[in-house]
């Protein structure tokens, strides 16, 4: 149980062009969703909260513009990387929370490499 | 704030070797406390996790125990395997419910 899916796994695109990822929760429904970035031989970056019809929460740095979050339904959140440059090139990954009967816990989808040319 | 600290990597073993990798932290309040494992290429898996003080969360032969005199919680494998290679993180839940990650230790295991 708990699976959380990423789409695309991978994708490359163009300077100044605009990418949607997919983060759906399979089996469970997640209120909150949350977006990483990680970069190479490092740890994960939080970029966002995604909160089920609200606005999403920005980390402090990250460009609410730039990263475009939307949580339609309780097991879909999307990321747009908006006018994407190569120094957005990255492994985004997401997770959805989970509250448990004893713990709650975050799962995390396979990540997506973005590649911009 | 919240933090993880974990030894630093990386670390090099043989198939078979006892694995220790420490973990520490800092929060307020009774954290969650979690090991995530990715595997190159791929996302974080949840490999363990603990919820209070003296749990022990155990998976495919890892343990870790919830000390909170010593506010640790360290990462155990009696007989490594190569396919344990991977990253390894630290991780902690406290009342936000946002992940606050340790910096990740690389474990490569050789036959």
């Known amino acids: 149980g708990a699976v959380v899916s990423q789409h695309p796994s991978w994708v490359i695109c163009k300077s100044g062009t605009s990418v949607k990822i997919e983060c759906r929760s399979l089996?469970?429904?997640?209120?909150?969703m949350f977006w990483y970035r990680q970069f190479p031989k490092q740890s994960l970056m939080l970029m966002a909260t995604?909160?089920?019809?609200?606005?999403?929460?920005?980390e402090q740095g990250v460009e609410k513009d730039k990263f475009l979050i939307n949580h339609a339904s309780l097991t879909l959140s999307t990321l747009t990387v908006t006018s994407a440059h190569p120094e957005d090139s990255s492994f985004y990954i997401c997770?959805?929370?989970?509250?448990?009967?004893?713990?709650?816990?975050?799962?995390f989808g396979p990540g997506t490499r973005l590649t911009v040319l | 704030g919240d933090s993880v600290t974990q030894m630093e990597g990386p670390v090099t073993l043989s198939e078979e070797a006892f694995l220790t990798i420490n973990c520490t932290y800092t929060a307020t309040g009774y954290p969650s406390l979690f090991w995530y494992v990715q595997y190159p290429g791929e996302g974080l898996q949840l490999l363990l996790k603990a919820t209070k003080a003296d749990d022990k969360g155990s998976n495919k032969g890892f343990e870790a125990t919830y000390r909170k005199e010593t506010t640790s919680f360290h990462l155990e494998k009696g007989s490594v395997q190569v396919s344990d290679s991977a990253v390894y993180f630290c991780a902690l839940i406290a009342s936000n419910y946002k992940l606050t990650f340790g910096k990740g230790t690389l474990l490569t295991v050789n036959p």
């Open positions: 997770s959805a929370f989970l509250r448990g009967t004893s713990t709650d816990t975050q799962y």
């Open positions: 089996d469970f429904q997640a209120t909150t």
């Open positions: 995604s909160n089920e019809g609200s606005k999403a929460t920005y």
